[in-house]
């Protein structure tokens, strides 16, 4: 029944620092470290981090809008890596990127018409201009707004109607997989409930699958069915969404838990308050890469980056101290 | 324990397009010596605009009605000279940017040791060995160096330790911070919170907390008052709100978070769009988002009402 839509292996992007006049590479950034999963079909995969982790990077380079540095992206038993130019672009109508910033992310000077039939021109689909409208119609209609805002300009639009409509832009060409890059962190508490039903309610109807990027916990566990919590550019914990918040292993993922403020003034949790900054990608630490703020750190953390190991049934973590 | 701050009808009226258009209307609430009062809401509710009022920080053509009352002296008609003895001395403000709010072209220490020299007369030595004594107290790291250094130097968790401590720096007796932790990571979050918190008890420091995070409140605040579209519409001591929240606004935030336990259902929002300054809806302002608003809530807005001691709703639902 379950099918692999997406796999990803060995995934890794540096980004090269250069330096002086002549711009020699003195460094790398390794902002993607070595990541691997599978995505299966319908299904949603959370990814979890801190600012640096990797998170965006690694849905652009699936995407192939970065280059990967290497690694492998299987998508439906294709390696999209190895495509050409032509060929990736007719491959990118499977997959769509719905971006952070409603107000960034949307052409001042497009109509919403506009905005919604370029993706639709781009991959050639709709035979006339009229059935492209009656498409964009539809499509408002689908992301619950009024078909008649299509000749209507960003400007006039809220954060939450925003966001639909670059929901309803990644709609356009029909795709498989949507990579959701912090969809609802610019929104206001009450236009973010909204848009986590709508895509909630896409999903179901039409089968899609996600990669729902975000560092909000609570959001993230409310619409993933596995989550994937990143540190520095490396994967430190995978597991259903659930046992996640009930049984976290990794010593960050459990941090990173209880540092989350609960809405509710009689939560008795105990709090683990991490010591010290997230160090930099570029001069990431030897060895596993959350040794300098971990609470239970041995010396062997230091030395060498501990493996990927299934410690329960499907829950997989990199630490030592599961060795 | 008496009020240290006590703000009364305040309301607060800015001119776009060569018309007044009310951003805070009535607005009312006191601040306990050593308490923590959290004024939260959605953006454009009027809560940063209603702390930068109370610092004297806003400029005309913006229009400011009512009392803001310091320890008796009502703020709004002090003379800027007396103001500015006030304004971090004895209240301090901290913001949601470190990197937009510290100065990048001056060190660490100076910024710090300017408020120690203007308010509390130290000489310059004096006021080095205070704000490295004041680096150290908010957990940074190597003090002697840091004061030396700039503020691109320092990481975002350390720049908003920095805040704390200019902020920190005379002893203040009432701290605004707004949205102090919203552009933190978790972790990061979770250390600022609970250094805010340190100082504030050694100080005896009250706090006014802007945020719009309910899970930030629950942890802080001792009493709340929760804002929407310029209004306060209910307040409350903290476990009052969350526990047995009465405006359907107050329910309607609650609702539609997501949990971090218990089962996984479905969200439920709150519909349509907070209004904008311009279009304000009549009577209740949320009513056109209530589900269970009334003819009345279209006409007029509620006074408030008091649901239990020192818990106080403004809806025609609790009107008798």
Redesign the interface.
Known sequence: MAEALLQVEDLKKYFPIRRGVFQRTVGHVRAVDGISFTVQKGETLGVVGESGCGKSTMGRSILRLIEPTSGVVNFEGRNIVRLRKGQMQAMRRQMQLVFQDPYASLNPRFSIAQTLMEPMIIHNLYGSREERLDRVRRLLERVGLDADYARRYPHEFSGGQRQRIGIARALAVDPKLIILDEPVAALDVSVQSQVLNLLEDLQEELGLTYIFIAHDLSVVRHISDRILVLYLGRMMELVEAEELFADPLHPYTQALLSAVPVPDPDAKRERIILQGDLPSPANPPSGCPFHTRCPVAKPVCRERAPQWKEIKPKHYVACHAYA | MGNILEVENLNIQFRLDEKYYTAVQDVSFSIREGETLGLVG??GCGKSVTSLSIMRLLQPPTQISGQIRYQGKNLLDLPEKQMRSIRGNEISMIFQEPMTSLNPVHRIGTQISESLILHKDLSGKQARQETIRLLQSVGIPRPEQIVDEFPHQL?G??RQRVMIAIAMACKPQLLIADEPTTAL???????I??LMRKVARENRTSILLIT????????MCDRVAVMYAGRIVEEGP??QI??NPQHPYTQ???A??????GP?T??????G??PSLKNMPQGCRFAPRCRRAMDVCRQRDADFHLVEDAHRVRCWLHAE
């Open positions: 959605e953006s990481s968790g350390m990571d978790v972790t990061i979050q979770a250390q919170l609970d719009h995070d309910l899970g930030v409140v629950a942890e903290v476990r969350f526990r309607g935030l609650l539609s978070l997501p949990k971090v336990d996984r479905r969200l439920q929002p709150i519909e769009n907070v």
